[in-house]
């Protein structure tokens, strides 16, 4: 091999990374020529390193030195020198790293002298936070290759340029730079380079706000990086870091943990690695696993002289120490270290330091913590015109906590509403409802101040709006529209999921090993899941609550709303109705939970013919979460919002309940949208039946006898497709399919049918939900309270969709008994009349009777 020849290997090895170690290999690391030797063994020692294997790479890099300097080719010595000086840097030895890099840069100029100011400028921008040093390496780098026409080595200074800019505060430039560094990359086949800028171009649409945008480039470099058999610890963080702003803590920590063990790590990684378990940790509510993490990664830091990202390690460590209940005073000397820093290096962290350090400070009796707090929250306030809705967000939090030392009620109240609203903004963005529901969580700070002030102020109507302010946002968000290449390939996905689904089942019933089966299905169900994470949203935000809009309606449909919400531990309720709303206490949020489980298991008792207290059950539940909310509202429809937690209630079991329409709701806007509701067509009315239930769906032909109009798919002709044909636009559907609630993933939640699960995922891609939709199946009802006051599951996923009501059961149903239960309410929706009517006739006909009574209670009406 020629001299030049070998040169093109070092220079264009990312192309091919494997084919060019093997070549490196077998004709250039024996080669007599100690020369060509010298760039074989740096070719090697790159790979290596890039793998992960540090001291392997080290060895050979520094062979590749030896090497060159026996040759006693300057140049070849001082790149040698320059690749072995970052590598060292890379491996936490800065001192001797920009040794080598200075004295190598000084040795040449031309091609060689940009390629060393490239590297050095990745140390000082990457690994040491210079960045106007790194932007003065590269600007002479970059002038040096546009000159020389290496289209490879320029590719490689745009993208790093990029990385400088976004941190220098200049986005504009970053996004150009990253176009040009890809479009380079591509055009000379380089997938490492394309793959890189492909990263970095979701980097910078994350720091704008753009998680859609992010989180479908984080997916695409990962792909490239996969089929070249590579892992990116960087994209690893990023994506992480993504999941988390989402609220994804778990798909956060499953990055995390697989990048840990997936090769050798440089000590650079592993620090950082360790600094993402501890973020992890505390989104996840760890706080032993996230300091220790965090102490770790920041000492490891530490000796690699990574001050700046340290600092970062510091920050979650004293997060960690106050979640678990360390000493405020201990904490806020580390606290104030740690401000100190960030604020010099301009860290991008500073406001969330700003917050803890202030809150720690609000805790420590003395005269200087209480000036710390201000002058902290008054700092942090600044960021309240950040460009990003969350460190907006975070600069009206700094600003309300301001407004609260000093007594403002209205100031916390006013800048509550804005940090809110800057978050809404954030959510429009999102066009998956579980990213919607899940990045709820982030604002659960504020609303959870402003309505702390509103109880204090003692205005109903005002309690109310903060009540309803951060309550199933995520279902009220206009849904995101569909459509192109990303929707055919779901539906695909889709298919093929059930279809694996399918043999799943088969390969059980049989007793054949399901291992590859399940991992095969697992794969595809992420697939679905990270493409509609990608989903962008309407860019719409949901109207808050109009109180007097909300009391007209009520007023003129003759109904009260009861309005539930816990502050510190204590349930509220808010009677609206008559022109009026009213404040007030019922007790404890503990209580209200325990007397909810122990109805569902009376519940589930009289099912099963055994001896159970209903009444004792029903009594119970009034007392622990209405308490005196009824008191005065004579003979009026009744519809409740719970809180989150409090959605799976059955409410016709209460004594002042069970004899008038009860209906529920996750929010009164919700119940408002629900309420102006029309169905697309007024008389199509569908039935469907499942296989493998115990009553065989038996309600169905005596529903079916009485509504000869309405459409039944039964057995083979009930199938997913048929489903979706008849479900989409009807006004009227009635499911009597097992339904199967998943826990771990809400969306992949399913109704049985011929061919496979119809999931949650197949609904949202109707275009014209059903207005109105009737489940039969045993604990159909089941919603996942996800972030902050969010819901997930069949029936939430419905209401979002914009169908007005849903009756589904909570508990465990009688088969014979759920016959009698439906054809009452069926008969009473045929003379006209809202859900509530019908479950409310249902409960009459199953009065006196413990297992139809039991039946008719588990049911719940969800909407209108």
């Given at each position: 091999m020629e001299r030049d020849e070998a040169e093109e290997l070092l220079r264009t090895m990312f192309i091919d990374p494997v084919a060019a170690r093997t070549r490196a290999e077998q004709v250039l690391v024996p080669h007599p020529d100690p020369a060509l030797a010298s760039i074989g063994h740096q070719v090697v020692g790159i790979l290596l390193r890039d793998l992960g294997d540090t001291d392997a790479g080290l060895r050979e890099l520094r062979a590749a030195l030896r090497l060159a300097r026996r040759s006693g080719d300057t140049s070849r010595s001082a790149d040698a020198m320059a690749t072995l000086g970052l590598s060292l840097c890379v491996a936490g030895h800065m001192g001797q790293g920009l040794r080598h890099l200075g004295e190598a840069a000084s040795a040449l100029e031309g091609v060689p002298l940009g390629r060393v100011l490239y590297r050095r400028a990745y140390v000082l921008g990457h690994l040491l936070a210079r960045f106007e040093e790194s932007a003065a390496d590269l600007a002479r780098a970059r002038r040096i290759f546009a000159v020389s026409g290496d289209e490879v080595w320029e590719a490689r200074v745009l993208n790093l340029q990029g990385l400088v800019d976004v941190r220098l505060g200049e986005a504009e430039s970053a996004a150009s730079a990253f176009a040009a560094s890809r479009a380079l990359s591509a055009r000379i086949g380089d997938e490492a380079g394309v793959a890189f800028t492909e990263h970095n171009i979701g980097w910078l649409a994350f720091l704008r706000g753009d998680l859609p945008r992010a989180l479908e480039q984080y997916a695409a470099a990962a792909a490239r990086f996969d089929a070249m058999g590579v892992t990116n610890v960087d994209l690893v963080l990023d994506r992480a870091t993504a999941y988390l702003s989402?609220?994804?803590?778990?798909?956060?920590?499953?990055?995390?943990?697989?990048?840990?063990?997936?090769?050798?790590?440089?000590?650079?990684?592993?620090?950082?690695?360790?600094?993402a378990v501890?973020?992890?940790?505390?989104?996840?509510?760890?706080?032993?696993?996230?300091?220790?993490?965090?102490?770790?990664?920041?000492?490891?830091?530490?000796?690699?002289?990574?001050?700046?990202?340290r600092l970062d390690a510091e920050l979650?460590?004293?997060?960690?120490?106050?979640?678990?209940?360390?000493?405020?005073?201990?904490?806020?000397?580390?606290?104030?270290?740690?401000?100190?820093?960030?604020?010099?290096?301009?860290?991008?962290?500073?406001?969330?330091?700003?917050?803890l350090g202030a809150a720690l400070a609000a805790r420590v009796r003395s005269a200087r913590a209480a000036d710390l707090a201000v002058q902290w929250l008054g700092e942090a306030a600044s960021f309240r015109q950040a460009p990003t809705s969350a460190l907006r967000a975070l600069g009206w939090l700094a600003q309300a906590r301001a407004r609260e030392l000093a007594g403002d009620s209205g100031g916390v109240l006013r800048a509550c509403e804005r940090g809110l609203r800057a978050l809404d903004e954030h959510r429009a963005t999102l066009g998956s409802q579980e990213l919607r529901a899940v990045s709820s969580g982030h604002g659960a700070v504020l609303a959870e101040l402003g309505t702390r002030t509103a109880v204090a102020s003692d205005d109903a109507r005002q309690l109310l709006r903060w009540a309803e302010r951060w309550r199933a946002t995520a279902l009220a968000t206009p849904a995101t529209t569909t459509g192109g290449a990303h929707d055919a390939q779901t539906r695909?996905?889709?298919?093929?999921?059930?279809?694996?689904?399918?043999?799943?089942?088969?390969?059980?019933?049989?007793?054949?090993?399901?291992?590859a089966l399940e991992a095969r299905a697992n794969r595809l169900e992420q697939r679905v899941r990270q493409r509609v994470l990608q989903a962008?949203?309407?860019?719409?935000?949901?109207?808050?609550?109009?109180?007097?809009?909300?009391?007209?309606?009520?007023?003129e449909d003759d109904t009260v709303l009861v309005e539930l919400t816990e502050v510190d531990g204590v349930l509220h309720a808010l009677t609206a109705g008559r022109g009026r709303v009213r404040h007030r206490v019922v007790g404890e949020a503990a209580a209200a939970a325990t007397a909810v489980d122990f109805a569902l298991f009376t519940l589930r008792q009289a099912a099963r013919g055994r001896r159970a207290q209903?009444?004792?059950?029903?009594?119970?539940l009034e007392r622990s979460l209405l308490g005196a909310a009824l008191d005065g509202v004579e003979e009026s429809?009744?519809?409740?919002?719970?809180?989150?937690?409090?959605?799976?209630?059955?409410?016709?079991?209460?004594?002042?309940?069970?004899?008038?329409?009860?209906?529920?709701?996750?929010?009164?806007?919700?119940?408002?949208?629900?309420?102006?509701?029309?169905?697309?067509?007024?008389d199509r009315r569908v039935m469907l039946v499942g296989p493998g239930l115990g009553s065989g769906g038996a309600e169905v032909p005596a529903v079916a006898a009485e509504d000869p109009g309405a459409v039944v798919l039964d057995g083979d002709a009930a199938t997913v497709a048929a489903a979706l044909a008849a479900?989409?636009?009807?006004?009227?559907?009635?499911?009597?399919?097992?339904?199967?609630?998943?826990?771990?993933?809400?969306?992949?939640?399913?109704?049985?049918?011929?061919?496979?699960?119809?999931?949650?995922?197949?609904?949202?891609?109707?275009?014209?939900?059903?207005?109105?939709?009737?489940?039969?199946?045993?604990?159909?009802?089941?919603?996942?309270p996800v972030g902050d006051q969010e819901l997930l599951g069949l029936a939430a996923a419905l209401l979002s969709m914009g169908t007005a009501g849903v009756v589904s059961s909570l508990a465990e149903v009688d088969d014979a008994a759920t016959v009698d239960v439906m054809v009452a309410l069926h008969a009473r929706l045929r003379q006209g009349g809202g859900l509530g009517d019908a479950m409310l006739a249902a409960r009459e006909v199953a009065a006196g009777d413990p297992v139809l009574a039991a039946t008719a209670a588990s049911f719940t009406v969800l909407g209108t």
């Open positions: 989402g609220g994804l803590a778990q798909d956060a920590l499953a990055l995390v943990e697989s990048a840990l063990v997936a090769r050798p790590l440089q000590a650079r990684e592993h620090a950082d690695l360790l600094v501890a973020e992890v940790a505390l989104a996840a509510g760890d706080w032993s696993r996230a300091r220790a993490a965090a102490d770790t990664g920041s000492a490891l830091m530490r000796a690699q002289s990574r001050d700046v990202h979650l460590s004293v997060t960690a120490g106050d979640r678990a209940g360390g000493s405020p005073v201990a904490l806020l000397r580390r606290a104030d270290k740690v401000v100190g820093g960030m604020r010099d290096a301009r860290a991008p962290q500073l406001p969330h330091a700003l917050l695909d996905d889709l298919a093929a999921l059930r279809a694996q689904r399918r043999r799943l089942d088969l390969a059980r019933a049989e007793g054949i090993p399901t291992a962008r949203g309407s860019g719409e935000i949901a109207s808050a609550l109009d109180v007097r809009e909300l009391l007209d309606a009520l007023r209903l009444d004792v059950a029903g009594a119970r429809r009744i519809v409740v919002s719970g809180t989150a937690a409090l959605q799976g209630v059955p409410w016709g079991l209460l004594p002042s309940l069970v004899h008038r329409p009860v209906t529920s709701t996750p929010s009164a806007r919700l119940w408002l949208r629900a309420r102006g509701a029309v169905p697309a067509d007024d479900l989409d636009g009807a006004s009227l559907a009635h499911v009597a399919a097992h339904g199967h609630f998943r826990e771990d993933s809400p969306l992949f939640s399913s109704l049985t049918l011929a061919d496979g699960p119809l999931l949650v995922h197949d609904l949202q891609r109707l275009e014209r939900p059903p207005h109105r939709v009737v489940l039969s199946a045993c604990e159909s009802g089941v919603m996942q």
